[in-house]
């Protein structure tokens, strides 16, 4: 199993970027990928990580953290196995690791919380600052 973030970056505030959460593996063999609601969370220094958005098994249902709602957009490709996060609007206290990750067993009551998931990624760095 492996769930591999990319896209981050330095932006500036105001600024857009996409990040990108591309799964592989055996476990998401044969269209396995599409039994899996997926998630974005994140850190940042000294903080707890936090639930920022996530996408229901065939993408119809989406939800958003408030603070990102409005400058955020998550989606998937069941297709290419890799969901996206469109960030826009960028502000400094987005500045954070952003980690995907992706579970069987995950319902609306528990889709913000780190618990409900089964396989996380790495990560990637986003940085917005001028």
């Known amino acids: 199993v492996q769930l591999q973030a990319s896209g981050g970056g330095l932006v500036q505030p105001g600024g857009s970027l996409r990040v990108s959460c591309a799964a592989s593996?055996?476990?998401?063999?044969?269209?396995?990928?599409?039994?899996?609601?997926v998630g974005w969370f994140r850190q940042a220094p000294g903080k707890e990580r936090e639930f920022v958005a996530a996408v229901g098994r065939n993408g119809g249902s989406t939800y958003h953290a408030d603070s990102v709602k409005g400058r955020f957009t998550i989606s998937r490709d069941n297709a290419k196995k890799t969901v996206y996060l469109q960030m826009n609007s960028l502000k400094p206290e987005d500045t954070a690791i952003y980690y995907c990750a992706v579970g069987q067993r995950v319902i609306t009551s528990s889709l913000a919380s780190p618990d409900a998931y089964d396989y996380w990624g790495r990560g990637t760095l986003v940085t917005v600052s001028s």
């Open positions: 593996g055996r476990t998401f063999d044969n269209y396995a990928f599409s039994r899996y609601a």
